[in-house]
C-alpha cells in the first residue's frame, strides 16, 4: 500500500511518500518536486543503512539525469556538531553543487536534522529530500522542516552540547519514506520510535484522528514484526497528523492558550533531562547505557501525565493506563538510580536559562489534548517524578 500526504509549508506544497519500495523509483517523484531541473545529487547516508538503499537511490536518480555522490556519516549527538557539519558544507563544494541541485538525507532523525541543515545554509539553501530510515525520522524528525545540529557550548567539565541551538527551518522537497528500510532497523530503535507514535496518538483527538492512539495499540505485534503495510498506515497517519499540527503554527509561534506546534513536545521536558543523564537505566526492558530518545519521551509521558493530574488538568487514572500502555508496547516507564529531584529540576531549569522563558511542560488532557504549563509548583514536579522512580 502507498500513501502520498500533501504538507502545507509556507507558499509550499510538499508530498510525503510513504509505502514500500519507493527508494528504488525515487528519480522520477524528486525530477517531479523539483521547480528547476538538478544535476547533481549529494547523498548524505547514514552507515548503518544498508548500502543496498543508497545504491539504488543514486541509481534511479542517475535515471533522471542526476549523478550522486555518496557520503556516508556514523550518527551520534556527538557528530550532530559543527565539524560535521564543515565536513558536509566540504565535500558540497568540493563536487561544485549548484543551487537548484539537491541534498538526499538518508537516515534516521541525526542524519535528516545535519544533512538538512547543510542544505539549509549551502549557496543559502537548496532542495533537500529527506528519506528518513528510522520510524521517529518517518513520524517526526522529516515533517516539520526543522534541522539543525548540536553545539559544544556548556560551561564546565562535565557540560553536555545544546542540543539542536543552532539551526534552521528548511522544508524539504519532497519526503520517500520507504518502510522497507525499517527492516534493518534494532528492535529496540523501532520501539523507540513507536514512542512519538504513543505521543502523537495522546493528541490525536485535537488533531483530526481520533481512533490513531486505539488503532496503534491494535497493531503493536504487527509493528514491531515490521509488517510493511502496518507501518505504511502508521507512518501515514502519523505524518498526516504532525502535518496538520504544523500546519498551524509551522515556527511554534503559538500563545500557551493555543499550544499549537509545542504541543509535540508532550513528554519532552522530562525526556530531555533524562535523556542528558549519563547512565540511566529504564525499566522494564532498557539496557545499561543511558536511555535512548524515544524510551526518554515515553517515560517522560508517564512523568506529564501525573504532573498534570496533580494540578488537576489530567484525569487521575491517564498515569496509569498510559504506564501499562507503554510497558506493552516494549517500553520502560521508570527509571534505576533515577538522582534527587533537585538534579533533574537543574537540567529542566537549564532549558529556561537557555529560552530565557519559564519551565515548561506539556501535560495530556482527557479526550486526546494537551495544555501547556509554565512554572508548576515543585510539589507537583516531585510527584511526577516519584512516578518514574523504580
Ligand atoms: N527535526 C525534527 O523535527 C526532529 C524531531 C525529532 C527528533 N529529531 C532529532 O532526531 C534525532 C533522533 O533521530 P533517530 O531516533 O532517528 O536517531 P538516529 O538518527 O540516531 O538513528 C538511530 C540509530 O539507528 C541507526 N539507523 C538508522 N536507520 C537505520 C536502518 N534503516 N537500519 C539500521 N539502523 C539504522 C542509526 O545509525 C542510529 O544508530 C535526534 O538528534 C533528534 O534531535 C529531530
Same mark, same amino acid.
Given at each position: 500500500m502507498r500513501y502520498q500526504i500533501p504538507i502545507h509549508a509556507g507558499e509550499r506544497t510538499c508530498t510525503a511518500h510513504v509505502g514500500s519500495g519507493l527508494i528504488a523509483n525515487m528519480g522520477p517523484v524528486v525530477a517531479s518536486a523539483l521547480r528547476r531541473q538538478a544535476r547533481r545529487a549529494f547523498i548524505v547516508a547514514d552507515s548503518r543503512v544498508p548500502g543496498a538503499f543508497t545504491l539504488a537511490a543514486a541509481e534511479s536518480l542517475k535515471g533522471v539525469g542526476l549523478a550522486s555522490r555518496v557520503v556516508a556519516v556514523k550518527p551520534s549527538e556527538q557528530d550532530k556538531s559543527l565539524a560535521s557539519l564543515e565536513r558536509l558544507l566540504v565535500e558540497m563544494a568540493r563536487m561544485r553543487l549548484e543551487r537548484d541541485d539537491i541534498v538526499v538525507a538518508m537516515g534516521g532523525g541525526i542524519v535528516g536534522d545535519l544533512a538538512g541543515f547543510a542544505a539549509a545554509i549551502y549557496r543559502r539553501g537548496v532542495p533537500v529530500v529527506q528519506c528518513p530510515t528510522t520510524l521517529l525520522a518517518m513520524v517526526d $524528525?522529516?515533517? *516539520?522542516g526543522k534541522t539543525g545540529i548540536n553545539l559544544d $557550548?556548556?560551561? *564546565?567539565?562535565l557540560a553536555e552540547p545544546l542540543k539542536n541551538v543552532v539551526g534552521a527551518f528548511h522544508h524539504p522537497h519532497v519526503v520517500i519514506a520507504?518502510?522497507?528500510?525499517?527492516?534493518?532497523?534494532?528492535p529496540r530503535t523501532l520501539r523507540c520510535g513507536l514512542a512519538e507514535c504513543i505521543k502523537h496518538g495522546l493528541l490525536a483527538g485535537g488533531a483530526g484522528d481520533p481512533g490513531l492512539l486505539d488503532w496503534t495499540r491494535g497493531k503493536f505485534a504487527s509493528i514491531l514484526s515490521a509488517d510493511p503495510a502496518t507501518l505504511a498506515e502508521l507512518v501515514s497517519r502519523n505524518i498526516a497528523l504532525k502535518a496538520r499540527v504544523v500546519e498551524q503554527d509551522e515556527r511554534e509561534q503559538a500563545s500557551d492558550e493555543a499550544g499549537g506546534r509545542a504541543l509535540l513536545n508532550l513528554g519532552h521536558t522530562f525526556g530531555h533531562a533524562l535523556e542528558t543523564l549519563p547512565g540511566l537505566i529504564g525499566h522494564p526492558g532498557s539496557l545499561p547505557g543511558g536511555l535512548h530518545h524515544g524510551e526518554a519521551v515515553g517515560i517522560g509521558l508517564v512523568a506529564a501525565a501525573t504532573l498534570g493530574a496533580a494540578l488537576g488538568l489530567t484525569p487521575p487514572d491517564m498515569a496509569a493506563s498510559l504506564r501499562e500502555l507503554l510497558e506493552e508496547a516494549g517500553l520502560p516507564t521508570r527509571v534505576d538510580h533515577l538522582p534527587e529531584d533537585d538534579r533533574i529540576i537543574d537540567r529542566m531549569r537549564h532549558d529556561k536559562k537557555v529560552q530565557g522563558a519559564a519551565m515548561r511542560f506539556i501535560v495530556p488532557l482527557a479526550g486526546h489534548g494537551a495544555k501547556v504549563v509554565r512554572d508548576p509548583p515543585i510539589q507537583a514536579i516531585a510527584a511526577a517524578l516519584q512516578a518514574i522512580r523504580l
Open positions: $524528525a522529516s515533517v *516539520g $557550548a556548556g560551561e *564546565g567539565p520507504d518502510v522497507d528500510t525499517l527492516r534493518s532497523l534494532p
